[in-house]
């Protein structure tokens, strides 16, 4: 069974950095099974593609929002996917979801293509 945990939201001033994480925490879990992404949705809103990444990280694709701020990177011997974030703005304040894609080495920017969520992490940013 995948289970996945994120962790390091929190609260920021604009132009602040954080990184995410995204642990595959279930015994036997393997992350390099899994084509893996980064979603957001902030209240009111539908969920939105963030970023993902191929099985063994040498694919990765950024929503243009993101494009040049953020950056999706992995470490399959930790199991744990990345999500660096600097020059963060205000409208970057969402809850962040990490997805698992089981089937198919390609990145998916579409949320109903995953097959596994964690339960997010809350990140504000201030202005």
């Known amino acids: 069974q995948v289970q996945l945990v994120e962790s390091g939201g929190g609260l920021v001033q604009a132009g602040g950095s954080l990184r995410l994480s995204c642990a595959c925490a279930?015994?036997?879990?393997?992350?390099?099974?899994?084509?893996m992404g980064w979603f957001r949705q902030a209240p009111g809103k539908e969920r939105e593609f963030v970023a993902a990444i191929t099985r063994r990280g040498g694919g990765t694709r950024y929503a243009d929002s993101v494009k040049g701020r953020f950056t999706i990177s992995r470490d399959n011997a930790k199991n744990t996917l990345y999500l660096q974030m600097n020059s963060l703005k205000p409208e970057d304040t969402a809850d962040y979801y990490c997805?698992?894609?089981?089937?198919?080495?390609?990145?998916?920017?579409?949320?109903?293509?995953?097959?596994?969520w964690g339960q997010g992490t809350q990140v504000t940013v201030s202005s």
């Open positions: 279930a015994s036997g879990c393997t992350a390099s099974n899994y084509v």
């Open positions: 997805g698992a894609v089981l089937a198919g080495n390609y990145v998916r920017t579409s949320a109903q293509e995953y097959d596994y």
